[in-house]
């Protein structure tokens, strides 16, 4: 159980696109998603929280108006890069959790490697 | 705030050996969570063990377990029987008990494991 699905897991595109990446929960309901990004040869670096129904809660150094997140249901939550460039380049990997969950660990998506041209 | 350290950057075991992966933390709290995470180069997050602060027994996954000193804040990784499908990305994490409702992971930096055959 616990199956987190991220779509898409490439994306290339060119430089000024806007690009969403969706994480859903496809076995429980998802009170608390993560969002983070992953530089080669790197640690797993936390933008921002993401509680349903409410406004994330980004890290600092992290772009609000960057990347755009949204948690509308407890099933899924989307990261919008807006207007991307070279440097957003990265992997992002969501994962989701419950209040509850306690001594759970986090359920981890696939990831999304993207990549601006 | 919490923080995770992995001194060591890589690491390498000949198949069918033993190794073991450090991880060391710092908190002032006295109720919490610690997880590893491997990462193969799929990219792919896969929970490989975990430890409650408030159980002093050492977890024990099959091959893998760990050395909990609570009072060191240490929680190493003790890989028996090394395959070479074991060579990943390895991430130590720290979670807070109190952060119910964030449940924000911090993750060490890593240490990349080689199995060599």
């Known amino acids: 159980g616990a199956v987190v699905s991220q779509h898409p897991s490439r994306v290339i595109c060119k430089s000024g696109t806007s690009v969403k990446i969706e994480c859903r929960s496809l076995?429980?309901?998802?009170?608390?998603m993560f969002w983070y990004r992953q530089f080669p040869k790197q640690s797993l670096m936390l933008m921002a929280t993401?509680?349903?129904?409410?406004?994330?809660?980004?890290e600092q150094g992290v772009e609000k108006d960057k990347f755009l997140i949204n948690h509308a249901s407890l099933t899924l939550s989307t990261l919008t890069v807006t207007s991307a460039h070279p440097e957003d380049s990265s992997f992002y990997i969501c994962?989701?959790?419950?209040?509850?969950?306690?001594?759970?660990?986090?359920?981890f998506g696939d990831g999304t490697r993207l990549s601006i041209l | 705030a919490q923080t995770v350290t992995q001194s060591q950057p890589e690491m390498s075991v000949q198949e069918a050996e033993t190794v073991t992966l450090s991880c060391t933390y710092d908190?002032?709290?006295?109720?919490?969570?610690l997880f590893w995470y491997k990462q193969p180069p799929s990219r792919q997050m896969i929970l490989v063990i975990r430890?409650?602060?408030?159980?002093?027994q050492n977890a024990t996954e099959n091959r893998f377990s760990v050395n909990f000193q609570k009072a060191a804040k240490s929680f190493s990784l003790k890989i028996s029987d090394s395959q070479l499908g074991d060579a990943a990305m390895y991430f130590c994490a720290y979670r807070s008990s109190t952060d119910n409702y964030g449940q924000n992971f911090v993750f060490g930096p890593g240490t990349r494991l080689s199995v060599l055959p």
């Open positions: 993401s509680n349903e129904g409410s406004k994330a809660t980004y």
């Open positions: 076995d429980f309901q998802a009170t608390t």
């Open positions: 430890q409650e602060a408030y159980k002093q």
């Open positions: 994962s989701a959790s419950r209040v509850e969950w306690s001594n759970q660990p986090q359920h």
């Open positions: 908190t002032s709290e006295s109720d919490y969570y």
